[in-house]
């Protein structure tokens, strides 16, 4: 069965930082995570950061953009968000999202989310 890890979460005051790290199951997984969304308090999912496994090309949610910073170990099969100059808004909870390796639907797979908080 496939695993999605995630850990990283917490409170912070706005301004500060958080490292979240999402790990499928180990080094050998077939899994690929790629992709960071969030769902905030009385609000639908919401895009946040996507890397490519081919090409390596990286996509940011407006939001985020030059704030957050998304990136990926391949040889411990673990994506990361970094997280920096936090405002209250990007509270939420965080969701990593993965894809099958070889054909399979986008988003095939995701974690079981993780709280970030940030105080005013």
Known sequence: QVQLVESGGGLVQAGGSLRLSCAASGSSSNVLPVAWFRQAPGKGREF???????????????????????????????????????????????FCAANPIGPGPRYKYWGQGVQVTVSS
């Open 48 to 94: 946040v950061a996507r890397i490519t496994w081919i090409g390596g090309l990286i996509y940011y949610a407006d939001s985020v953009e030059g704030r957050f910073t998304i990136s990926r170990d391949n040889a411990k099969n673990t994506m990361f968000l970094q997280m920096n100059s936090l405002k209250p808004e990007d509270t939420g909870v965080y």
